[in-house]
């Protein structure tokens, strides 16, 4: 049974891992941060109690800002691949937090190869790479387009992604890069601008909500289906030599476009409910993503399955199936606040 490390296990690309490689057979270990509240609810469909003699998935408490304790982990649990998925991950936040946003987005990456080159594992390295780093590159952009940061975060990843090429060529590790480009699903966090949408228009339809604000409209992004792209972070793993893929759809599609087919879906106007706030845009911002995936098409056999319209359907569905639930326990008695339901 092979052995597998997820770090940001409990994220939405994390949840979608773990459901194919338990599929799979492998046993999957994955790193959590001690919360006083409970965030494991994307993975809780897949947890066994660890007594159970059947469970082949184990949660470990950890940080990616502390070295020592990874190193133990790793050490400990010995997998055979490591997912390294984990990060602040959010662009406009990390703005806000560059400091910590470089910590654990850069540094984290650093302090897992370390642990790797100094326990000396025999272990398969993923490095989430982002579509961000590109930045103001024009598109489209593919493994050989320059890279050009354009938030903290894409920095942070630029920093992470050289370092796993630099470790692979110093020390032998197969170490590989994923750049993937936008990846969303119904488990996407209610900030990232397309669960937002999705979010706050399935609340309008049933009178749960008002208004929905939004920064850049005009933003282009190339966005596909997170469970699509798990699966090729597994395929890069499974060749015989590690390198460096590009995962992406090739279609772009504007913010504005996605809101209004949303909204479209839905049956309302969207120029009744959504308001451009100036506070969501970003201070540098990345006008055009659009992937070039040749290269994993080619050596990964691997292809996009879900499109563009499939993709929102799915997230309204799913959305829309929570905003019913949000109104029965309203129309119960709860008062409805902040996303939140209290007595």
Known sequence: MKKTFITGITGQDGSYLAELLLNKGYEVHGLIRRSSSFNTERIDHLYRDSHDPNTKLFLHYGDLSVSGQLMDLLHSVQPDEIYHLGAQSHVRVSFDMPEYTGDVTGLGTLRILEAIRKTGIKTKFYQASSSEMFGAAPPPQNEKTVFQPRSPYAAAKV??????????????????????????????????????????????????????????????????????????????LQQDKPDDYVIATGETHSVQEFTEKVFNKLNLDYNKYVSVDPRYFRPTEVDALLGDASKAKKALNWQPKVTFEKLIDMMIAADLDLAKKEKTLIDAGFTYSNNKHVT
């Open 159 to 236: 920093y992470a992604y050289y370092l796993a090429q630099n470790y692979r060529d110093a020390y032998g590790l197969f170490a590989a890069n994923g750049i993937l480009f936008n990846h969303e699903s119904p488990r996407r966090g209610e900030t990232f601008v397309t669960r937002k949408i999705t979010r706050a228009a399935t609340q309008i339809k049933l009178g749960l909500k008002d208004k929905l604000y939004l920064g850049n409209l005009e933003a282009k992004r190339d966005w596909g289906f997170a469970g699509d792209y798990v699966e090729a972070m597994w395929l890069m």
